[in-house]
Each structure stands twice: as structure tokens, then as C-alpha cells.
């Protein structure tokens, strides 16, 4: 009984051993092509199922609004837990069993709604889905933050760009063919998650930092970018993006609604106008990291501008103004979820625990957006007036685009001063530091001239900058009689009568170009 534990621990160290053994193995550049292409594999499967044409293919009606909701909600409810759960001890083997699990039974249901099973499939489906994508997405996360430098950007990147092209692809197929691809996708990732050292048997805890048995100890490679601790919280600097990303998934819930109900268009155009104008957000997200930008805020204000363009003049394309509205707003909230997602590996990135818990919150955070959005573009549409629903959220979006444009001015501007004033401190202290040198140079030749010596040249040098005996005496801890000894002696020494005539001594002495 007491060789069992023994036996166990050896078990595990073999585990860990051999999985280090191929991960030095691996190399930087396989295990970044191995991250990338696992997180679209993983990224392409919930975009089929978030945005859900395959839908209207079933042999018996379901409704959108009712199968988004049901997904979405099982998804923020399975990223809270592991929000709330992940930092006590949980098992990463625990989380990917049970988010496997939960995509392959979706993929089975989805399997029988096909073939004309119960209408309750495709939204059980959803709810499962939902599950999976909260519990298994935040451990991709987990995977990039160890990756060096900010080679997760790229990632990001390269992986949304190569899943909305593969989600384009897999949507045209039948509900059969999407259930096969889909299973297909979700091998790989899981694969790939494993091959890459997520799942080891050790357990994550609150103390745990990024290094534990991540890539970076495993194959002694430093780990770099955590970020600077310079007491602002990395749930502030995440506050307005996730605000800008909550509000504009309010935005497009609405409009997709909207566009969805127009009479000369069809979900499969609305949601194919989406996601092209996401490849183009992905492609100027990737140059944007290729050219070493790090300032994000440029990335939001750019979208900002997209959607403003777009709720300003596109209304002089009556037919497709719904489409393209969506379709920008899209764009807008892309590159709102890609800022998100990169601040929040970029911010939690030095733990583990840390990176997983906001990683879940992070991604799960924008589609109560889209659903209340949806929501209440179903209310206010009455007796099928999509018109006013439209203008309402079009009135909406301007007041909102102007008060983030205010906002984000008046963030510039304070920055701005605030470099400013670092600067002028930078150049006081720097004129503070070259005039102590030039007395100091100054002293030592008056000290020289006239012969003082070691103690009175350090006495020189506090009375030419105007201190008191009390300051004195605590610096060179001195008593005050022998201060005021010292000072008699260096008085009569450079034959002068008070500190000012020192101090103008001294300055006639400072060396002159």
C-alpha cells in the first residue's frame, strides 16, 4: 500500500519527463505552427456554430433567435465556472474532457437533426457547443501566452483569418457535410492541444506562475512579454475594450436582425457579408503586427471610423444598406475581439491560472451583447417595422461613436500631458544631476588650491549647496561642534566670512566654455 503512492509519482514524472523530452523536440517554429493551426481548428468549429446557416437546412423549422440564445447562454455559464472554478486546483485534463465531450455529443445531435430527428436536437446542440467552445477555447489561450515575444498576436491573426475562410467553405456544404467536417476539425485541435503539453497531470493553483510546466521551462527557453507592474490593474486596461466590444455586439445583434428580415436578402448574404469583411479585419490586424504596432487604441479608433463611414453615407445604398451595415459593424467588432483577446494574453500572460480565468471571460464577454441586441431588435420591430429598428440603432450608434470619440480624445490628450510632464521631470532632474556634478568638480578644485582636506572638501560641497548645519551633521554624522569646528577651519581656509560668500566663491569657480 505504501509503494502504491510511489509507484504514481513515478508514473507522473515519466509523463512529465517524456512530454518536456517532446516539446524540446518540437522547436519554437513547429509549436507556433502547431498553436496556430489548432486554434483555427478549434476557432472554425465554434464560428459554424455561432453563426449557424446550417440552420435553415434542417429538415424541420428551428428557430435562430431561441438556438442562440440557449448556445450563448451555456457558453458564458461554462466560462464563469471556469472563471470562478480554474483557480482552485482545477485539472486541465478535467476541463478538456469535459469540453470534448460536450462538442462531440453537439456534433451527434446535429448528426440526428440531419436525418430529421427531434427538433430539440439542434438546440440541445447549441447548448453543448456552447459548453465546449467556453471550456476549450481559454486553454488555446493558455497555449499562446507562452509562446515568445508577441508571436501570439500573429497567431490571433493567422489563426481568425484561416478559420473564417474554412467556416466559409464548411457552410456550403450540407448539415451532414458540416457534421463531418466539424468532428474532423475538433480531432485535430484536441490533438494538437495535447501535443503541445496542456493536458499534464499536474494541477494549476493560484500560486503557480507562467513557467511551471509551460514550454518556456520545459525546454529552458526564457519566458518574454509578461507585463510591466506599474500598479495600473490589467482589468482597467481591458475596461474599454471590453466595453467597446460589449456595445458594439449590442449594435450588430440588432442590425443582424434587422438585415436578416429585409425582404431582398438572406441570412446566408448577411452572414457571408460578415464574415468577408472579418478577413479583411483579420489580414489589417496581421500588417498591423508585422509593422510592430503595439498601441491597440489605434485599432479601435480605426474601427471607430469604418463604422462611422458606414452609418453615414451608406444610406444611399437603399438595397444592400442593411447588409453593409452589418457587414461593417462586423469589421468593427472583429477588430474589438482580436484588441481583446491579444490585451488579454498580453496583460495575464505571467500565470497560467490567470490567463485561463480572464481568457474565458474575455471571449464569452461579447455575446450577451449580441443577444440582448437581437432581443430587443425583436421588440421594437413591431408588425415587422425593421425601418425603425434600423434608425433607432443607427441614432444610437452615432450618439455612442461620438461619446467613444470624445472619450478616447480626452484618454490622448491626458496622455499626452502626462508625457509631457514625465519629460519635463526627466529634463529637471537630469539639469539637477549635471549642476551637483559641476559644483562637485568645482569644490574639488577650491579643495586642491588651498589645500583642504578629505572631510572639509565633503563639508565644501553640502555648504556650496546651501544646506544647514542640521543637514550636515545627520549626512556626514557629524556632532555640531564639529561641524561648526569644520566650517571655521574652511572659512579661514578660502578667506571667506558666511555661506554666501562660499557659495559665490564657488560659483565663480564652476568651469565655463
Keep these: 500500500e505504501r509503494a502504491l503512492p510511489l509507484r504514481r509519482a513515478g508514473r507522473a514524472r515519466a509523463t512529465s519527463d517524456g512530454r518536456a523530452f517532446m516539446l524540446r523536440r518540437m522547436g519554437a517554429g513547429a509549436r507556433f505552427a502547431v498553436t496556430v493551426a489548432g486554434f483555427a481548428c478549434l476557432y472554425t468549429v465554434a464560428v459554424v456554430f455561432f453563426y449557424y446557416d446550417w440552420l435553415f437546412d434542417l429538415p424541420f423549422e428551428a428557430s435562430p433567435l431561441i438556438y442562440g440564445l440557449v448556445l450563448n447562454a451555456s457558453l458564458c455559464a461554462a466560462a464563469l465556472t471556469l472563471f470562478s472554478r480554474f483557480g482552485r486546483r482545477a485539472s486541465p485534463r478535467l476541463v478538456f474532457g469535459v469540453g470534448a465531450v460536450a462538442y462531440a455529443c453537439a456534433c451527434a445531435l446535429l448528426l440526428g437533426a440531419a436525418h430529421g430527428g427531434n427538433p430539440l436536437f439542434p438546440y440541445c446542440a447549441g447548448v453543448l457547443a456552447g459548453i465546449g467552445a ?49 468532428a474532423g476539425l475538433l480531432a485535430c485541435s484536441f490533438g494538437m492541444l495535447a501535443a503541445l503539453g496542456a493536458l499534464g497531470d499536474e494541477r494549476y493553483s493560484d500560486k503557480e506562475e507562467l513557467g511551471g510546466d509551460s514550454i518556456g521551462a520545459l525546454t529552458g527557453e526564457p519566458s518574454e512579454g509578461t507585463s510591466p507592474d506599474d500598479g495600473v490593474s490589467p482589468w482597467s486596461r481591458l475596461a474599454a475594450p ?91 467588432w472583429e477588430m474589438a475581439l482580436l484588441v481583446s483577446y491579444a490585451l488579454a494574453i498580453e496583460m495575464f500572460r505571467g500565470s497560467r491560472t490567470k490567463l485561463v480565468a480572464a481568457a474565458a471571460v474575455v471571449f464569452a464577454f461579447p455575446r450577451p451583447g449580441v443577444m440582448a441586441g437581437s432581443v430587443v431588435a425583436s421588440l421594437i420591430a413591431v408588425d415587422n417595422q425593421y425601418a425603425f429598428a434600423q434608425m433607432v440603432i ?8 461620438i461619446m467613444m470619440g470624445v472619450w478616447l480624445l480626452r484618454t490622448r490628450e491626458k496622455r499626452a500631458a502626462e508625457r509631457a510632464i514625465r519629460k519635463r521631470d526627466e529634463l529637471i532632474k537630469r539639469y539637477a544631476e549635471a549642476r551637483d556634478d559641476l559644483y562637485a568638480l568645482a569644490c574639488d578644485d577650491l579643495s586642491a588650491e588651498y589645500g583642504l582636506t578629505a572631510r572639509e572638501t565633503e563639508l565644501l560641497k553640502l555648504l556650496a549647496q546651501g544646506r544647514d548645519a542640521a543637514f550636515v551633521e545627520s ?37 565655463v566654455e
Design 475 to 511: 549626512r556626514l554624522y557629524l556632532s555640531r561642534n564639529t561641524v561648526k569646528s569644520y566650517t571655521k577651519s574652511v572659512y579661514a581656509k578660502l578667506g571667506v566670512h558666511s555661506k554666501q560668500e562660499l557659495i559665490d566663491l564657488v560659483k565663480a569657480s564652476l568651469p
Design 394 to 401: 443607427v441614432a444610437f450608434a452615432l450618439l455612442y461613436l
Design 242 to 332: 471590453l466595453l467597446y466590444v460589449f456595445l458594439l455586439s449590442v449594435i450588430y445583434g440588432v442590425l443582424d436582425v434587422v438585415a436578416m428580415a429585409s425582404p431582398s436578402l438572406t441570412m446566408a448574404d448577411s452572414g457571408s457579408a460578415s464574415q468577408i469583411g472579418g478577413l479583411a479585419i483579420d489580414v489589417a490586424f496581421l500588417i498591423y503586427v508585422r509593422l510592430d504596432g503595439k498601441r491597440y487604441a489605434v485599432l479601435l479608433n480605426a474601427a471607430l471610423g469604418i463604422i462611422a463611414t458606414g452609418l453615414v453615407f451608406l444610406p444611399f445604398l437603399p438595397d444592400a444598406y442593411s447588409t453593409v451595415l452589418v457587414a461593417l459593424t462586423h469589421m468593427g
Design 134 to 182: 467556453g471550456l476549450l477555447m481559454p486553454l488555446w489561450f493558455e497555449r499562446m501566452g507562452v509562446l515568445a515575444k508577441n508571436r501570439f498576436a500573429y497567431v490571433l491573426g493567422i489563426g481568425s483569418l484561416a478559420s473564417a475562410l474554412a467556416a466559409l467553405t464548411i457552410e456550403k456544404l450540407p448539415p451532414i457535410g458540416v457534421v463531418c467536417a466539424s
